[in-house]
């Protein structure tokens, strides 16, 4: 069974950091293409950032160069490092794990809210 658990979410004032965690188990992780989504209230979600098997990393604009992904094949863990924050980037966050051709698993989801 599949299971991916998002920690490190919380409440941070507007160019603080905030580093997210997602926990796998249920899968050959070092073989899958880990991702970061997020939700605001309102919203569709939205692709944040991606990181490779190979380790190669790809991220939304509206990210790029403020978050880093990165990922720990030997604690089966994705992380997000997340540096000045900004309110729009208040959502919830969500680790997604999909090899290609299937549906893919999703956590249940951390809060981040940047507010001063």
């Known amino acids: 069974q599949v299971q991916l658990v998002e920690s490190g979410g919380g409440l941070v004032q507007p160019g603080g950091s905030l580093r997210l965690s997602c926990a796998t188990s249920g899968i050959y992780f070092s073989i899958y293409p880990m991702s970061w989504y997020r939700q605001a209230p309102g919203k569709q979600r939205e692709f944040v950032a991606q990181i490779a098997p190979s380790g190669t990393t790809n991220y939304s604009h509206s990210v790029k160069g403020r978050f880093t992904i990165s990922r720990d094949n030997a604690d089966n863990t994705v992380s997000l490092q997340m540096n000045n924050l900004k309110p729009e980037d208040t959502a919830e966050y969500y680790c997604?794990?999909?090899?290609?051709?299937?549906?893919?698993?999703w956590g249940p989801g951390t809060q981040v809210t940047v507010s001063s």
């Open positions: 997604f794990a999909r090899l290609a051709g299937q549906l893919g698993d």
